[in-house]
Each structure stands twice: as structure tokens, then as C-alpha cells.
């Protein structure tokens, strides 16, 4: 069984689909794949290997190869679909959906949908978004920011600052993702998508303060509903006892759901401007990722230098 779902309902508004079955109740159907299927062997009743949990899309080649005889004919290809329990059928390009498709539908208590979209769009477009809500996920103690385009995590121990670093981030123009509690989904191998959950959705908890409505202070331009995970600033007390890095050649990463994350450990002190270091991060890391590494660059120097001297 599945860890996650959605329900249709939400598909439904997310694509603007058309409902040609008012009549089926969609609060019971949930979708837990990530893939939809166009059928082509299963209209010729061949089942094998068939995933009943898929979302079935018929495009112009099927619908025009169901009507070559008769729609009825048509029609009873269909219902071995229907049979097997499938979340739901849609219909694209405009297709006109036949009574008799719709009639099954309602028999079955399966929604039979509509889309003018193009079908290799629409199973892109649903495939991206199933991939997002139904992606495993984790929930990480921390502040998910966007700054200049990369999204940053801050993390460390309660009280260490990260929520007044954000704010002081936000006053500079930069948006917040989500405060406190940030989930993360791993959408893809290499890709995970952080966002805030529902309840705490663009607020930000101040110590002596409260709570504060981040959208409500500074615009809606000062948030964003999820971004990519791209950089992990982790804040701790500064420790004379502890060597930090001061030149930046190894990067170091921490992992999450099986993905390595670039991470920096910042130490805090008295007079440090946090939201500057992390700027100034983001922006290394940005060039970094464009194929530029300071630290490279002074080593090449230094080692340039020290060749010259040997002649």
C-alpha cells in the first residue's frame, strides 16, 4: 500500500478538469501513483502487468481506434477499466465524452473527467505534480529561505537565531519558505523540494515577540509557497577548542533522504551579521554551481606564486 495520497478532487482543481460524472462521490477516491497510463494493449484485453492505481488518459489515437465500428463497441473496451477499481479516466484535447463512457462511469462510481489539454502536456503536467505531493518526505527542524534564487536551510539548536536571521533576510528582499518546521520531499534523485506545513504557513516565531505573519508585514512578495534545497547553513556557539574552515577546499555535505546537500557550519558570536554570512554563502554557492571556486582560485595562485619563486 502506498505511504501517500491525494485525492482527485485536487486534481481536479490543479488541472481545471472538466467532471462528466457529477453524479460519483470523489471524497473516497485517492490517487497514489505517480504515473498515468494511456491504454493501448489493455483496449485489446490484454492485461498483464496492467497498474489499476494509474490514471487512465485517452488521447485521440485511442479514442479514434474504440470508435472505428461503433461507440458502443467503443465503450465496452473501456469497461474492463473500469472493472479493475482505476481512480479515474480523462479525457483530452476536447475530446467530446460519449454517454455511454459516461454512463459506465457512474455505474462503477468512477469519475470520468475532461481536459482540452494536449495529452502529452496534460501527462507531463499531472506526472511533475503527482510526483510533488505523492514524494517521500521529511519533516527537518529548521528555516527554509529562498536568497538570490538558492534555497538555503538554517538549522541549529533552539534559540541560536535562525528565525531573527531570516527576518533580517526578508528585510533584505529575500523570501521565506517556511519557519521552524520545514518538510522536505524528495521529488526526484537528485532533487528535494522543501515547504512550509499548512498550519504555520508563512509565520515566523519570535523570541519576547510572538508570532508574526511574514505575508501579512511585508508583502506577498516576501514568500514563497515551496522551494528547491540547494544549500544547509548550520549555526552553532562559537568554540575556541574547534578549528573552523577558513578556506573552503573540501565541501562538506549532509544527507537527507539519500541526497547530499552542500553544508556550511557558521559559528555565532557577538557582532557576527548572520544574514550577511548567509548571502554571501548563497552567492558562493551560486558561483560555485556557474564553475567558479574562490578557493580554487587562491590555491592556483598560491601555488603559481610558489613556482615562480623556485625559477
Known sequence: ?????????????????????????????????????????????????????????????????MHQSSEDEG?????????????????????EVPESVIALGNEYHIPVLATTRSTTSFIAEVTRWLNVEL?????????LINVYGEGVLITGESGIGKSEAALELIKRG?????????????????????????????????RGIGIV????????????????????INLSEYDRDVEYDR???????????????PCHNIPIRPGRNVAIIVESAA????????GYNAAEELYRRVTQNLQLDLE
Open 283 to 290: 552567492i558562493n554557492h551560486r558561483q560555485k554551481k556557474l
Open 213 to 232: 505573519d511574514v505575508k501579512s508585514l511585508f508583502g506577498v512578495a516576501s514568500v514563497m509557497s515551496s522551494q528547491t534545497l540547494d544549500l544547509v
Open 135 to 143: 514524494a517521500p518526505r521529511i519533516s527537518i527542524h529548521g528555516v
Open 247 to 261: 578556506l573552503g577546499l573540501e565541501e562538506k555535505h549532509i544527507e537527507y533522504m539519500g541526497i547530499q546537500v
Open 174 to 206: 529575500h523570501r521565506l519558505v517556511s519557519d521552524d518546521v520545514v518538510e522536505l520531499r524528495r521529488v526526484s534523485a537528485v532533487t528535494l523540494i522543501g515547504m512550509a506545513p499548512d498550519v504555520t504557513r508563512h509565520l515566523i516565531e519570535l
Open 1 to 65: 500500500m502506498a505511504l501517500y495520497s491525494v485525492g482527485i478532487q485536487k486534481l481536479i482543481d490543479h488541472m481545471d478538469l472538466t467532471v462528466c460524472t457529477p453524479e460519483v462521490d470523489l471524497s473516497k477516491i485517492k490517487i497514489t501513483h505517480t504515473d498515468v497510463n494511456r491504454p493501448a494493449l489493455q483496449l485489446t484485453g490484454f492485461f498483464d502487468y496492467f497498474d489499476n492505481e494509474r490514471i487512465q488518459v485517452i488521447g485521440h489515437v485511442e479514442n479514434l481506434y
Open 75 to 95: 465503450t465496452e473496451m473501456l469497461r474492463p477499466l473500469f472493472e479493475r477499481g482505476i481512480p479515474g479516466l480523462v479525457y483530452c484535447r476536447g475530446i
